[in-house]
């Protein structure tokens, strides 16, 4: 439960950087006038520790009661959760919500009670369309109209934060998300409802897009950003440039020069080949920690298995490994880099925003610009920073690394292309950190924003969803049950791709560590190696799905009974749970949980679910 208005003293009192209070105090000031505010800085900058600060001001302002940190990936949830958000326990009560249970799931908190809550976009989007995610399957099968009242009266009394809101836009497979997320940033708009935006990365094209979708509503002024730059116009900052025509007397930019210019490294950037990796990578390892990662994760693995060979020591981290064995492998990535041990860590996307790895050097497939910057910005960070400044920073990309099926194909393309442009003078022409283009000794460098900029511009990708959001941000407006609601996301979301429906899977007995998945992306590995279904997965029919269920009925008693449900790719969440309970004979039983069972020969330890020596 909330603890109450009960913080005292002043903005002071917390320990902050001192050259990053300014930013941070104008973007507060922004939200408290407007309810809406927006702040660009570089990676590394603070912003997410600065949400325990932003409560307790919007607290002693009675502008909240209550703040809801909202991420796009799970991992981050447990990041921000774990490291950022602990040591206020003593101030706050802490939660999180999301599908992972962290520390056996003790500070859970589906209904957004706790003072500070980390929780992904998809659960914060369920919960402020009235369909709390602990009532998912009552809900879904009319057993109850749920109480979504309570996690709407928790929303309307916090502050909402979107964390690098962005990565929420145009991936395909999240779309359907981010159009509910959209629409309830236009209703907490009309509510009243204080919400900021926090980012590195968002190219101007994206911010334009929620900027028109807040136009119009009551007296909104346009957006209030904040824009963290050394000097006092970001004079040097191409986007900047481009935020201000879209923001006009919105656009607010900030100097911090300390900061920018103890942050001035010499990145060396170096476009190669798939088939150079290994060459390059062994001559890294074998003197600073590395970080390789590929976009997907049998890539990932193939990698691994050379490097392990070449490097002193080589860790695999994915989205696929087990829970239980994700902490032990980033136990081992902290423990190597504290010790600045010679080795390489090979992972996939999932290192992007969930996992500190201040490796020296990097390699990483070709990707858009943002998720590039994104990867290369968990280098050079506190303990690792005063190296990189002193030796200057690698940045390996693999321009024929594979990426189509997991990223808008033309935002690559326009982005090899701008990259080979800018390199073509030097290798040290791009900052990978900086928001405003560096000086540097004479040597002419660019920020990495102006690359997005340009290949945003050329790749001219939509993000669409207009109909949809505002026929969402419509429902919300009207005081409709949790079913009814449910109907009608049904109906606006059923063109919206929708393979982010999650299903666990558990390797053998060891249910505590189960594997996440996305339903879309086990079937489309199953297209692939059909045999896979029978070697792993309890031999269902064609399009189907053996599920492991565990009900509970009035009596209290608890039943488990594996069942055969037809799947298909685009398949919902809410599909899911029909099927499920349709499968099951007794009627007036809830689920409890349920899960696909996988045989203790098709996971591995080292790397994860299926790409162990028995399935292939």
């Keep these: 439960m909330r603890s109450g208005l009960r913080s005292r003293g002043s903005w002071g009192s917390y320990r902050m950087d001192s050259t990053s209070r300014e930013p941070f105090l104008r973007f507060y000031e922004k939200l408290e006038k407007d309810r809406v505010s927006a702040i660009v800085a570089p990676t590394s900058y603070g912003k997410t520790v600065f949400s325990p600060f932003m409560l307790k001001m919007a607290r002693e302002a009675g502008l909240s009661y209550g703040l809801i940190h909202v991420v796009p990936f799970r991992a981050l949830v447990k990041e921000i959760y774990e490291r950022k958000f602990a040591s206020f326990k003593g101030e706050f009560s802490i939660g999180y919500q999301s599908m992972d249970y962290l520390e056996g799931g003790v500070d859970k908190s589906p209904f957004f009670l706790r003072d500070l809550v980390a929780t ?41 934060v979107f964390d690098e809101a962005h990565v929420f836009i145009g991936s ?128 990932a693995v193939e990698t691994y298995k050379k490097l392990k060979e070449k490097c002193p020591q080589a860790t695999l981290i994915h989205g696929w490994v087990g829970a239980k064995d994700r902490e032990e492998k980033i136990s081992l990535i902290k ?95 791009i900052d990978w950190r900086l928001l405003e283009d560096p000086v540097d000794g004479g040597v002419r460098r660019h920020s990495f924003t102006k690359i997005m900029e340009e290949a945003h511009a050329d790749a001219g990708v939509s993000y669409g969803g207009r109909i949809e959001r505002e026929a969402l941000q419509q429902a919300l407006s009207l005081d409709l049950p949790s079913t009814s609601m449910l109907k009608i996301l049904e109906g606006t979301l059923r063109k919206e791709p929708s393979e982010t429906t999650l299903v666990k899977l558990v390797p053998g007995k060891d249910e505590g560590n189960f594997v996440v998945v996305e339903l879309g992306r086990l079937l489309g590995l199953l297209e692939k190696k059909p045999d896979i279904a029978e070697k792993c997965l309890g031999n269902p029919g064609k399009g189907e799905l053996v599920f492991r269920v565990k009900t509970s009925g009035g009596g209290g008693y608890t ?58």
């Excluded at 990189?388 to 594979?402: F, H, L, N, S, T």
């Excluded at 398949?571 to 029909?578: E, G, N, Q």
Aim: hydrophobic share 40%; with cysteine; aromatic share 8%.
């Design 120 to 160: 992904t976009l998809d659960s914060y989007a369920w919960n402020v369309f009235g369909i709390p995610v602990a009532e998912f399957d009552k809900i879904v099968r009319e057993a109850s109209l749920g109480h979504g009242y309570v996690a709407g009266m928790s929303i309307f009394t916090s502050t909402v």
């Design 172 to 299: 395909g497979t999240e779309r359907a998300v981010f159009t509910m997320a959209r629409a309830s940033m236009a209703y907490l708009s009309q509510m009243n409802v204080p919400f900021a935006i926090e980012t590195a990365t968002m190219p101007s094209t994206k911010l334009s897009t929620i900027v028109e979708d807040l136009k119009g509503i009551k007296d909104l002024r346009r957006l209030p950003l904040v824009y963290v730059c050394r000097s006092s116009d970001c004079g040097r900052s191409a986007q900047a440039t481009s935020y201000r025509n879209i923001l006009g007397d919105s656009f607010h930019p900030v100097a911090d020069k300390e900061w920018y210019d103890q942050k001035v490294f010499k990145w060396r950037t170096h476009l190669i080949k798939d088939d150079k990796l290994v060459e390059e990578a062994t001559d890294i390892c074998r003197s600073k920690p590395l970080l390789v990662i590929r976009n997907t994760i049998p890539t």
């Design 335 to 429: 423990h190597m880099l504290e010790r600045e041990e010679a080795g390489a860590i090979v992972a996939t996307q999932v290192i992007e925003a969930g996992i500190e790895a201040e490796a020296h050097a990097i390699i990483t497939d070709i990707a858009p610009i943002e998720n590039l910057a994104q990867r290369v910005g968990r280098l050079c960070r506190r303990s690792t920073e005063g190296l990189c400044r002193e030796d200057g920073v690698d940045v390996y990309i693999i321009e024929d690394g594979a990426f189509k099926g997991v990223y808008e194909e033309r935002l690559v393309v326009a982005t090899l292309e701008k990259l080979g442009k800018y390199l073509s003078n030097s290798p040290e022409s």
């Design 559 to 616: 039943r488990v009974n594996d069942i055969r449900v037809n799947v298909w790719e685009v398949m919902s969440p809410m599909d899911l749970l029909r099927r499920i309970h349709d499968s099951i004979s007794e009627r007036e039983v809830s689920v409890r949980d349920f899960y696909i069972p996988l045989e203790e020969t098709c996971y591995d330890r080292e790397t994860g679910a299926f790409y162990n020596a028995g399935v292939r």
